[in-house]
């Protein structure tokens, strides 16, 4: 069974950056979508941004425009989140995806989650 897990969270103050990185393993990777998710307290988990098997980007959640990157990295089996200009409302623990399919198109059913990485931003 595929495994996917997550690194390079941690604690920064707003305006800072930080790159997540996960890695997967166990499971074909190239031929299918990945995305991260996210999950405040007391909030349910939301997609923030996925990209397709192709590598290009289909989704991005409207808050993080412009300061959150996804990329991946087919031969290493790897897929970032490059966040700049991190906010307080950005806390939240981050969840890797392997989605079934190669598509980000709704529903986006997932495969194998991670196990996360929290990410805090202090003000």
């Known amino acids: 069974r595929g495994q996917a897990a997550e690194s390079g969270g941690g604690l920064v103050q707003a305006g800072e950056s930080l790159k997540l990185s996960c890695r997967v393993t166990?499971?074909?990777?190239?031929?299918?979508?990945l995305a991260w998710f996210r999950q405040g307290s007391d909030e349910e988990r939301e997609a923030v941004s996925c990209i397709g098997w192709r590598g290009n980007v289909q989704y991005t959640e409207d808050s993080v425009k412009g300061r959150f990157t996804i990329s991946k990295d087919n031969t290493e089996k790897m897929v970032f989140l490059q966040m700049e200009n991190l906010k307080v409302e950005d806390t939240a623990k981050y969840y890797c995806a392997v989605l079934a399919g190669g598509s980000c198109s709704q529903p986006r059913t997932v495969d194998v989650w991670g196990q996360g990485t929290q990410v805090t931003v202090s003000s």
């Open positions: 166990g499971m074909s990777f190239g031929d299918r979508a």
